[in-house]
């Protein structure tokens, strides 16, 4: 006898208070961002056809063959002001469905814990809803590997188990994600073009996070953020590392001198 899967709870609609002029500007320090994934090669090959499975047992391989319409818009000129950013002149193009699933897999992947918001809670889909639609080169490519990456979550979902992603129990999610997380030696062949596409995804998300106040915070950052007082200047410790390095590279004369 047939079982049908226990379902999960229904996608429940993204919602964010941010601005425009605010994700603007975390986009542009997402762009200028040392985290931010290199360019995924995951794009390349031909789509594969999607084979049905038993239920829960693996698939084989198969990508979303989209058809993305190139994005057109003016951008923001090449010396935009990030203090206090104009409003984008170009439009958002998730759509609810899309950005709803977003913000349950940025939310596996940066969940709330403690005090620590979640990635959703902090505006991270808003954010990459800008990445993905802003008509650059690099953007664009991005917007491919994304929107195929959130189509093949529901396609392996339907195919393994009988459902969209969101509608899947947390396990049967995380047995998916699981497949996909890192592209290693073990990765079964039919997910290593997914484990690409989901590693770029998940740079995204975490880039976009850290980002945020709340994720600067979270990491105990404190720069831009003014002293109290006279400079105390670098600390011994530094000074001697400084003064080290300067000596390697045959520069005593400039070590550091009280």
Not at 9 to 20: E, F, H, I
Not at 61 to 70: G, Q, V
Not at 230 to 253: C, F, M, N, R, V
Request: charged content about 15%; hydrophobic content about 45%.
């Amino acid at each position: 006898m047939s079982h049908k899967p226990e379902q999960g709870a229904a996608l429940q609609p993204y919602q964010t208070n941010m601005s425009r002029r605010q994700s603007l500007k975390l986009m542009a320090a997402l762009a200028a961002s040392g985290m931010l994934p290199a360019l995924s090669g995951c794009d390349t090959a031909p789509p594969a056809t999607k084979t049905a499975a038993p239920t829960g047992a693996l698939t084989e391989a198969h990508w979303p063959d989209l058809n993305l319409p190139p994005l057109t818009g003016p951008g923001y000129g090449t010396d935009p002001n990030l203090i206090l950013p104009p409003e984008s002149p170009w439009p958002l193009t998730l759509t609810p469905a899309q950005l709803g699933l977003l913000a349950l897999v940025a939310d596996i992947l940066v969940p709330r814990e403690g005090a620590v918001p979640s990635a959703s809670e902090v505006g991270v889909p808003t954010v990459l809803d800008e990445w993905v639609s802003a008509p650059y080169p690099r953007q664009q490519q991005d917007r491919i590997t994304v929107l195929s990456a959130l189509a093949w979550l529901d396609d392996e979902a339907t195919m393994r188990f009988g459902s969209r992603f969101a509608a899947l129990t947390r396990p049967q999610q995380l047995a998916i994600i699981d497949d996909i997380a890192f592209d290693t030696a073990e990765t079964k062949p039919q997910f290593q073009r997914m484990a690409k596409a989901f590693a770029l995804l998940r740079g995204l998300v975490v880039a976009a996070f850290f980002a945020t106040p709340e994720g600067t915070k979270d990491i105990g950052y404190v720069g831009n953020t003014a002293i109290g007082g006279d400079y105390p200047g670098p600390t011994p410790a530094a000074k001697a590392h400084l003064d080290k390095i300067l000596s390697e590279l045959g520069l005593q004369e400039f070590a550091w001198k009280a």
